[in-house]
T-cell receptor, first 114, second 111 residues
Framework: KAGVTQTPRYLIKTRGQQVTLSCSPISGHRSVSWYQQTPGQGLQFLFE???????NKGNFPGRFSGRQFSNSRSEMNVSTLELGDSALYLC?????????????FGPGTRLTVL | GESVGLHLPTLSVQEGDNSIINCAYS??????FIWYKQESGKGPQFIID?????DKRQGQRVTVLLNKTVKHLSLQIAATQPGDSAVYFCAEKWGYSTLTFGKGTMLLVSP
């Protein structure tokens, strides 16, 4: 059974640009959560999608958005990039919604903003 | 690989030793806790979980201890192996909240 895949693995952008990251969950998983990981702040929750609807949202500005498609694949978008957005963005999938469902993480997308 | 270990506390042990990684959690109302392992270049991987109505849970070579009085969680790894070298995170949840992660501890195992 294939794991969670994220594309691209590495990305370099400049300030002011926007970026779209993609996540394909494990087959059969309907929930996708996104996290930002930085050395200073650690892992921080961005949002969770289940059945194409955002179910939970973390404390991030509106520049961070996401969506989920009918096949459970998810994308997140960051607009007007700032230097502080440089991070590892992790996607995790689970069978059901909520933190009690075991989450399986992808390898992440390393975003560098110059 | 991805470097998530900068600025993290580090525990260095010899192969075969037992390792104890500690975590102070933030919310006394937290009712569910998870330990994750993250190897370089990979996403976090579930190790073991524990609910707040328990104070100890054992898995294969790992034990999690929960002390609610002082809001402390620990992960014990028996007979540590070089393959255990990674960053370890605790995470907590309360009610319907999402998971909140600790900053992590880097474990380095020398052969």
């Amino acid at each position: 059974k294939a794991g969670v895949t994220q594309t691209p693995r590495y990305l370099i952008k400049t300030r002011g640009q926007q970026v779209t990251l993609s996540c394909s969950p494990i087959s059969g998983h309907r929930s996708v959560s996104w996290y930002q990981q930085t050395p200073g702040q650690g892992l921080q929750f961005l949002f969770e999608y289940f059945s194409e609807t955002q179910r939970n949202k973390g404390n991030f500005p509106g520049r961070f958005s996401g969506r989920q498609f009918s096949n459970s694949r998810s994308e997140m978008n960051v607009s007007t990039l700032e230097l502080g957005d440089s991070a590892l963005y992790l996607c995790a999938s689970s069978l059901g919604q909520g933190a009690l469902n075991e989450q399986f993480f992808g390898p992440g997308t390393r975003l560098t903003v110059l | 690989g991805e470097s998530v270990g900068l600025h993290l506390p580090t525990l260095s042990v010899q192969e075969g030793d037992n390792s104890i990684i500690n975590c102070a959690y933030s919310n006394s109302a937290s009712d569910y806790f998870i330990w994750y392992k993250q190897e370089s270049g990979k996403g976090p991987q579930f190790i073991i979980d524990i609910r707040s109505n328990m104070d100890k849970r054992q898995g294969q070579r790992v034990t999690v201890l929960l002390n609610k009085t002082v809001k402390h969680l620990s992960l014990q790894i028996a007979a540590t192996q070089p393959g255990d070298s990674a960053v370890y995170f605790c995470a907590e949840k309360w009610g319907y909240s999402t998971l909140t992660f600790g900053k992590g501890t880097m474990l380095l195992v020398s052969p």
